[in-house]
């Protein structure tokens, strides 16, 4: 698999990838858009570009994939990720490796387990209690990885059933394109360290589903890689780490803009973090997910975060590529 795997440092870290994407597109002309965001990306030197997965007002992202596999040369294409309940494994196989060859070898394939009940109501779509989903994609996840090594499968679990079913076509990455999972939970960890190629560490979220604020500190991102390496046992070496930064700032005073951002934390802003703890300057600079600074000072704390936690493939959002793509030159080859 040709994802930057094998590529390593002389102390034994992997080298740094930089993916961008994993918003949709709101907007008229939208579909457009996105590709020339794509193109865009490919010119800056981002290693991957992503399109996440939801209903309503956005592209489809494996009718996206198949454009962009035109559109582009060398950039890796992404899902970043895929809801399993929309679609069927058996059907999703097919759709991917199809992609992989029209992009001669360029697919990653991200899919999780899904988190946004509303859109499986909208659509009527069974959602299922978490036990169930992450059942659900433990048995995908095993279908998927057989039927894109051009397996035959025979499969009676209790969410799908195949006999005799042939992968088709053969993808041009051997031994199959890459699977990337997130999540932040320990269930959904050790499902990503069972099946994964690449893992999304994600930040953990409440019942009500908001992002919990203590998971933002790198203590507990390291706590995170941890339940990672505890549960991959040998093949963790073999699994590329990934996190996508939240929030960049570029500036000249990062103590003022870290000041700056818990005084919004206080005011309840963004509504969609649950302040479970009161975090300190010194937490806000450390974060993995936020990046104040210079972009030498970035460049620096991503380094830092990479030393303490092994995670190596930085993402960032499609309104952050600009911002950070003057720090990718100052990484490139590390």
Known sequence: MTTGQDSSTPGGLRKFRFGAGGEGNKDEGGARKFVKLAQAAEEYGYDTFAIPDHL??????????GALSQATSTIRLATSVLANGFRHPAILAKEATTIDVLSKGRLELGIGSGWMKDEFDKAGIEFGTPGE????????????????????????????RITGLEGSPRPRQGPRPPIAVGGGGPK????AAKHADIISVATGSTRDGRLRLSDMTIEKTAERVDRIRQAAGERFDQIELNWTIATIVITDDR???????????????????????????????????LAFGTFEEIAEQIREVRRRTTMSYVGVFPTQMDAFAPVIPLLRGE
């Open 188 to 191: 959904m960890l050790a499902l």
């Open 255 to 289: 103590v003022a803009t870290a000041e700056m951002a818990l005084k919004a934390l206080e005011s309840g802003y963004p509504p969609n973090i649950a302040r479970d703890v009161e975090l300190t300057v010194d937490d806000i600079l450390a974060s993995p997910y």
């Open 133 to 160: 989903r992450i059942r659900r994609l433990d048995e995908s996840l095993t279908i998927l990885d057989l039927l894109m090594r051009g397996e035959t499968v025979d499969f009676d679990g209790e969410f799908y």
């Open 56 to 65: 309503g007002n956005q592209v489809g992202p494996l009718a996206a994939l």
